[in-house]
């Protein structure tokens, strides 16, 4: 069956660093675009970016613009997201997210990785 496995979740203190990695197997991950989305505890789930299946158009939401990154290498079938001076807000389960078409829809993505805890202090 198809997998998406995240790591790299941790607790950090505000204005630190983390990269989120997402392997992906048993489908052809190079003709899908990939997503990041996250849920904040009490809040439905968000997009915060996302990559095309060659890797060279990316979007990201305004609240992580200019802090994160998301990058992909298809020779590896990974997905990463690095994520810069990280705060509070940011807080959130990540989840990894594959479907064959741009959406910015998070109901419409078809394969979903189990999900990784981030969790900034102040």
């Known amino acids: 069956q198809v997998q998406l496995v995240e790591s790299g979740g941790g607790s950090v203190q505000a204005g630190g660093s983390l990269r989120l990695s997402c392997a992906a197997s048993?489908?052809?991950?190079?003709?899908?675009?990939m997503y990041w989305v996250r849920q904040a505890p009490g809040k439905g789930r968000e997009w915060v970016s996302i990559?095309?299946?060659?890797?060279?158009?990316?979007f990201y939401a305004d609240s992580v613009k200019g802090r994160f990154t998301i990058s992909r290498d298809n020779a590896k079938n990974t997905l990463y997201l690095q994520m810069n001076n990280l705060k509070p807000e940011d807080t959130a389960t990540y989840y990894c997210?594959?479907?064959?078409?741009?959406?910015?829809?998070?109901?419409?993505?078809?394969?979903w990785g189990q999900g990784t805890q981030v969790t900034v202090s102040s």
């Open positions: 997210a594959a479907h064959a078409l741009y959406s910015r829809d998070v109901s419409n993505y078809r394969y």
């Open positions: 048993r489908f052809t991950f190079s003709s899908y675009w």
């Open positions: 990559i095309s299946s060659g890797g060279a158009t990316t």
